[in-house]
C-alpha cells in the first residue's frame, strides 16, 4: 500500500508536466499526494474498521478537499447523499490497491474490488477497472508469477497486455478512463524488474502520471516486497499524521511492512 502512495507522490510533479523518459528524480520540491492516496488511505480504512466503503471515503475525502479531486467525483463529495454517477475514470481503480492486500480469495477480492468501486463507479469499465487492479496486487503477492498474471487479467477482463513499455510510449498522453490507463500501468509493473522501476515505467508514459505510478507502485509493492525504508520515509514526510497511522496500520495488520 506504501508503494501506490508512494507512486501516487512521486508521478504528482508528472500529470500536468509529462515526461517521456526514465531518467527523473524521484521525490522533487513540490511532490505532494493527490486525492489517490487520500482515497486509498480511505479504503485501507474501510477494511480495517468494517465501515461501508461509501462511508470511509466520503468522510475521509472531505476533510482533504484540496486533494485534487476530479470535478464529478467532487461533486460527489460534497454531496450530503453521494450517488454513483456511471463513471468509468480510473478513480475507482487507483484506490483499490488495499483490496489486493487484504482478502484471501479471487472471489473475495473480486467482490470487494466491486463494492469499492460502485460507491461511484458504476459504469462497467469503472468497475472492470478496480477488479483488475485489486486481483493484479492479489495474485502479484500470492503467485510472484508475472506470466499468470498477464494471461489471467488479459482473458478475464480484456485487456491486451501483450505490449511493452517501449511500445506504448512514443504515442500514449494523458488519459483517465480505466481503459485508457489501467491496462497500461499493469505493463509498467510487468515490464519491470524493480519497484522502482515499475515507477518509472509508468510515469515515462507522460499520461496520468500520478494515478498510473500509484497503480504500477501497489501492484510492484505485492510482487518485489516492502519498499525501501527511504521511500517510506519520503511517504511519512509528506503524508499528514492521520493518514500516515492508518497506512502503518493497515501494513502492519497485512504484512506489508519491511
Given at each position: ?5 508512494a ?5 504528482s ?8 523518459t ?5 521525490f ?9 492516496s487520500?482515497l ?9 474498521t468494517g ?15 484540496d486533494?485534487g479531486?476530479?470535478?464529478?467525483f ?20 487507483m484506490?483499490v490497491s ?7 480469495t479471487?472471489e ?13 463507479h458504476?459504469?462497467?469499465?469503472g468497475?472492470?477497472?478496480a ?18 498474471i ?21 504515442n ?23 519497484y ?7 510515469v515515462s ?5 500520478d ?7 501497489g ?16 511517504v ?11 497506512t ?9 511492512w519491511?
Amino acid at each position: 500500500m506504501i508503494g501506490a502512495i508512494a507512486g501516487d507522490i512521486i508521478g504528482s510533479l508528472y500529470e500536468f508536466s509529462p515526461v517521456k523518459t526514465k531518467d527523473f528524480p524521484f521525490f522533487q520540491k513540490g511532490s505532494r499526494f493527490t486525492d489517490d492516496s487520500v482515497l486509498t488511505v480511505a479504503v485501507a480504512r474501510a477494511v480495517l474498521t468494517g465501515e461501508d466503503y461509501q462511508g470511509s471515503i466520503h468522510r475521509l475525502g472531505r476533510k482533504y478537499p484540496d486533494a485534487g479531486y476530479g470535478g464529478s467525483f467532487l461533486k460527489w463529495l460534497s454531496s450530503e447523499a453521494p450517488a454513483p454517477y456511471n463513471s468509468w475514470g480510473n478513480g475507482s481503480a487507483m484506490r483499490v490497491s488495499p483490496v489486493g492486500f487484504a482478502f484471501d480469495t479471487v472471489e473475495t477480492v473480486l467482490e470487494e474490488a466491486a463494492k469499492s468501486a460502485v460507491i461511484s463507479h458504476n459504469h462497467p469499465e469503472g468497475i472492470k477497472g478496480a477488479q483488475a487492479v485489486a486481483l493484479s496486487v492479489y495474485l502479484a503477492r500470492t503467485t510472484k508469477n508475472k506470466n499468470l498474471i498477464r494471461r489471467e487479467i488479459g482473458s478475464r477482463f480484456g485487456y491486451y497486455l501483450e505490449r511493452s513499455v517501449s511500445d506504448i510510449r512514443p504515442n500514449y498522453s494523458f488519459d483517465v478512463s480505466c481503459r485508457g490507463s489501467v491496462p497500461e500501468a499493469i505493463i509498467s509493473f510487468l515490464d519491470s524488474d524493480s519497484y522502482e522501476d515499475a515507477v518509472r515505467n509508468a510515469v515515462s508514459l507522460g499520461g496520468d502520471s500520478d494515478t498510473l505510478a500509484c497503480i504500477a507502485g501497489g501492484i510492484a509493492e505485492a510482487f518485489y516486497g516492502a519498499v525501501d525504508k527511504e521511500i517510506c520515509n519520503k511517504v511519512r514526510e509528506i503524508l499528514t499524521t492521520e493518514l500516515w497511522e492508518i497506512t502503518t496500520e493497515f501494513c502492519s495488520r497485512f504484512g506489508v511492512w519491511r
